[in-house]
Nanobody, 128 residues
Framework: QGQLVESGGGLVQAGGSLRLSCAFS????????MGWFRQAPGKEREFVAC????????YYTDSVKGRFTISRDSAKNTMYLQMNSLQPEDTAVYYC?????????????????????WGQGTQVTVSS
């Protein structure tokens, strides 16, 4: 299993930006498709964005399109989530996830059940 460690969360005012990082170790980074999820208090974990093993294909939930950008750096074995124009409704614990995919197809996963590797989460709080 791959190990995932998130960082970069914090407190920001509405309209501000944060960049989350997810450091991957223990396995070959390019063998994994990856994603970001978030969970607000009292709510279920929800999909935010995902990226294929190559980084060429990305997919976002509608509420973050145009504001968030997912990317990955194979040299650093790290995935990122650049979050701009943050709003109070973006407040949540953000989790990164990875799922092994050696098909070399542009496969991405948008459901939590598809992922077998998870980080511990990082808190993002957006004040109004």
């Amino acid at each position: 299993q791959g190990q995932l460690v998130e960082s970069g969360g914090g407190l920001v005012q509405a309209g501000g930006s944060l960049r989350l990082s997810c450091a991957f170790s223990g396995r070959t980074f390019s063998d994994y498709a990856m994603g970001w999820f978030r969970q607000a208090p009292g709510k279920e974990r929800e999909f935010v964005a995902c990226i294929t093993w190559s980084g060429q294909t990305t997919y976002y939930t509608d509420s973050v399109k145009g504001r968030f950008t997912i990317s990955r750096d194979s040299a650093k074995n790290t995935m990122y989530l650049q979050m701009n124009s943050l709003q109070p409704e973006d407040t949540a614990v953000y989790y990164c996830a990875a799922e092994r995919d050696t098909s070399r197809r542009e496969t991405y996963f948008t459901t939590a059940r598809a992922y077998n590797n998870w980080g511990q989460g990082t808190q993002v709080t957006v004040s109004s």
